[in-house]
């Protein structure tokens, strides 16, 4: 059974940095896409950064310039380091790994909450 494991997450004052972590107990990591998403309260998932098995990251206009995804395949981890956090990223942050429509995994979310 696949599990996403996430961590990282906590209370942060605006303009702070943290950084999240996901390890995954996937055979074949590194054939993996692996994205950030988050939601915050009355609002819809959305994607927050992702890291594809090969090609270049992607970053929701929102992260940019702020935010960094990385991967260390041989560890099997996904990290996501925030900086300049803003209020308005509050949210609990889950960890998703994709190969296909089947093999589609998510972690159970760690929160992250920025206060002034």
Do not use: H
Request: proline content about 3%; hydrophobic content about 35%; charged content about 20%.
């Amino acid at each position: 059974q696949v599990q996403l494991v996430e961590s990282g997450g906590g209370l942060v004052q605006a303009g702070g940095s943290l950084r999240l972590s996901c390890t995954a107990s996937i055979t074949i990591f590194m054939l993996y896409d692996m994205s950030w998403y988050r939601q915050a309260p009355g609002k819809q998932r959305e994607l927050v950064a992702r890291i594809p098995s090969g090609g270049r990251t992607t970053y929701a206009e929102s992260v940019k310039g702020r935010f960094t995804i990385s991967r260390d395949n041989p560890k099997k981890t996904v990290f996501l380091q925030m900086n300049s956090l803003k209020l308005e990223d509050t949210a609990v942050y889950y960890c998703n790994a994709r190969r296909t429509e089947l093999q589609d995994y998510w972690g159970q979310g760690t929160q992250v909450t920025v206060s002034s």
